[in-house]
Every structure is written in C-alpha cells, then in structure tokens.
C-alpha cells in the first residue's frame, strides 16, 4: 500500500504509518532540524526510515504531480500552534494554519483515505465555527474557497452543498470521522489528548469506526492498589511503595469487589517507559543514545512534573524552549529533575535505536511535536486493515463476476 507524509516532523505518525504496511512515495518536512533527525537515522540504516523518500521544504511548494493519484493513504499532522492551549490560538488568521494546503492536496491526490492529527485545542468551542470548516473542507475536497471568499461564507456553502445532497456520485467526496482521544488509553506511557481525524473516499463504501481503547486507568489501579503486580514487576518493596491516596479508597474498593475481568491492559506509567535505563546522572548513561542529565528543572505554579507512577503530563515543545513541568520526571521522594531526551523518545514511543539530532531544547521540540509512534500504528493499522479488506471484496467481487460470464 502506498501513502503520503505530510509534515513528518521527526517521524512519529510516519513511522506508526510504516508500520502498518505503507510504503511513503513522499515524506514532506519544512523544518530542518526535524529533516536532520530522519536523514541521521537514515544514515545509521535505522529500518524504518531507510528508505523515506524525505523532502524538506513546504508541502505547498512540492511537485505533486510526481506522485500518482489514487494513492491508499494520506497521513499528517498540520502544524498545531494556531489551536495549541499554549499557543497565541489565531485559527485561521495564523500564517501556520495548514489546514487548506492539506485540503488542496487531497484534491489532487484523491487518496482511498486520509489521517489528520491534530490538538485537543482544535475542538475548543471557540474554535467551532472553525473546526466544522475543516471538517466539511476534507469532505467536499472539489468545493473549494472562490478568490476573495471569507472562509465563513465558504463554510456556509459547504454547508449548504452537505445539506443538499449535490456532490454525491458527482463529484470526490469523504466520509470523515473526527475523534478526541487520549494517547494513554492506546499503550502510550502519557496523557496526551489528540484530534484524528480519519477519511474514507465515499466511493469506496467503507465503514469504519476508530479502533476501542486497549489500556485504561482502572487496569492500572487493579495491578497497583488491588493485586500489587504493578509493584512487584518492578521490585519496589513493601516499605518503599507509595501510600494509595485517600481520594482513591473508594475507586479501588469497588475494583477490588467486582468480579468482571478487566478487558483492557494498564495505563503504562514513566516507570514503564523508563525502565531498564540507567539514571541519566549515572555513568552508564553514556552507553545510550541521547541519555544526558540536563539542569535547572524547578517547580513553579502549574509546572509541577510528572509523577514516575502515572502516564506522564503531554510533553510540549513551547515557543520558547521547553517549559518546565510537563517535561519533568518527579522522583518518588519529591525532587524533580528533567526527562532526557532518550526518556522523552521512550514516553513518545519512539525505539530505542533511532536517534536525534539538535540541542536539548531543540530536540525536545521535535518531541513535543510528534505523534507517538504507537498511536500512529494503532490508528494506521485500523485503516490499513480496512482498506485491505475493500482490496479483497472488489477481488472476490470480480472472481465471482469473472465466472458467471464464462
């Protein structure tokens, strides 16, 4: 199956997109340092980027006719400032808003199918008006914005052309399915809140629904406070566990007397992600890539770190650097100190052998940005698996058409 990348940034989505079977035609990437990273771990012959065709400019500047129509999957995050929490949140009056680039794009590839990640922020209600545009944008890719058109009153044709009915078996259309979800309940050791949202083209008949939660806060609190597994699998004694806070009594004592199974696996935790890597103030740090103490973490109001016992705080990139607390590990005793980048890879999903390239604060950029390489995987393999099964229906479909007319 074949797929395009847009803005990859270091390649998490990318990467969970490999995974899933596709092979890129192109991968598109404007910032140089995140082009940096891939091009290092290309010349390492790291697997899974080894043979990404890699183009570090703008997406709107591209060459697409060099890439054929029809292609199985387009994937991407638009850059997310315009509608991040911490951002200056200007939507469509922000010149980083990528949104209608990736919409042109769509219309001139027409592929089976398209994945958008995005912010939680997207979905704010003052955004609304905003999101139902790019909603209704990637439906109807062949309505686009008339020259000088507000976007407003392009959205209220939009509307007007969903509502009539017009566009279908006329013209390319998508069935899309935006969905809020958080990176924890996917095996990602971190609560990270994201949009996908996921097209089918219309004429392909394809029904789908986003994959269901593996991992969830309930498991995690069985195998903590009800079994004590969670303990044990990593050695920490009876004297040394933490006391189970008192706002959980009630939560874990309903765990503990019922007896349904538990159909999902536990959050993992920092614990999780980290374990088996040395202290980064250690020696044997050195013995792994990007595994480096760095100083000066400090707590301050509403940057207080994230606890080793739970999925740790969404890590950001910040316009300035790293801000302070949602890139902090926060020691069983209370000190704090900052992740090192190959912890942050780690609580991003990110394999151990696939390095980075830039300074501390510049690398943690490209993390903050990136989608976990397991969620990207968990979202791709759901669509490949759907497309595969289209492919093998229009098969059998023409097997059977193939015998009645001998």
């Not at 392009?154 to 979800?181: C, D, I, M």
């Not at 935790?269 to 103490?293: C, I, K, M, N």
């Not at 316009?319 to 190959?342: A, C, I, K, Q, W």
Request: hydrophobic share 40%; net charge positive; aromatic share 10%.
């Amino acid at each position: 199956m074949k797929a395009v990348e847009l803005y990859a940034g270091a390649g998490g989505l990318a990467m969970g997109v490999s995974l899933a079977g596709f092979k890129p035609l192109a991968v598109v990437e404007w910032d140089r340092w995140a082009c940096d990273t891939i091009r290092e771990n290309q010349r390492r012959g790291f697997p899974l980027v080894a043979d990404w065709p890699l183009h570090e400019g703008d997406v709107r500047h591209f060459d697409w006719s060099a890439v054929p129509q029809d292609i199985d999957l387009l994937a991407g995050g638009p850059p997310c400032q315009p509608f991040s929490m911490g951002g200056k949140h200007q939507a469509h009056d922000d010149t980083r808003d990528m949104f209608p680039a990736t919409v042109d794009i769509v219309r001139r590839l027409r592929p089976k199918a398209f994945i958008v990640e995005n912010v939680k922020g997207l979905t704010r209600s003052t955004f609304a008006n905003y999101y139902q545009y790019i909603l209704l944008q990637l439906e109807f890719p062949e309505v686009p914005r008339r020259k000088s058109e507000e976007w407003f009153d392009h959205l209220l044709r939009l509307q007007a052309e969903r509502t009539s009915g017009r566009s279908k078996g006329r013209r390319l259309t998508y069935n899309v399915v935006p969905t809020l979800v958080n990176a924890a309940d996917y095996g990602v050791p971190q609560k990270r809140e994201r949009v996908f949202i996921v097209g089918f083209r219309s004429d392909l008949g394809v029904e789908w629904s986003f994959p269901r939660a593996t991992h969830s806060y309930d498991a995690l609190l069985h195998t903590q406070w009800v079994t004590g597994e969670y303990w044990e699998r990593h050695a920490v004694s009876r004297k040394n566990r933490p006391t189970m806070p008192q706002v959980l009594e009630s939560r874990v004592r309903k765990l503990a007397l019922s007896l349904l199974p538990l159909e999902t696996l536990p959050w993992r935790t920092v614990r999780d992600a980290v374990a088996g890597l040395p202290s980064p103030q250690s020696r044997a740090a050195s013995a792994y890539a990007d595994h480096r103490f760095q100083p000066g973490a400090r707590v301050y109001p509403g940057h207080t770190g994230s606890p080793l016992d739970l999925p740790a705080k969404t890590l950001k990139a910040g316009d300035h650097g790293v801000p302070g607390g949602e890139n902090m590990l926060v020691n069983p005793d209370g000190t704090v100190r900052y992740f090192s980048v190959r912890e942050s890879a780690r609580v991003q999903t990110f394999p151990d052998g696939f390095v980075f390239h830039g300074s501390w604060t510049e690398t943690m950029r490209q993390l903050g940005n990136a989608v976990p390489v397991a969620l990207g995987h968990a979202v791709a393999r759901s669509v490949a698996e759907r497309l595969i099964r289209v492919q093998l229906e229009k098969a059998s479909s023409q097997r059977v058409s193939e015998r009645g007319a001998a």
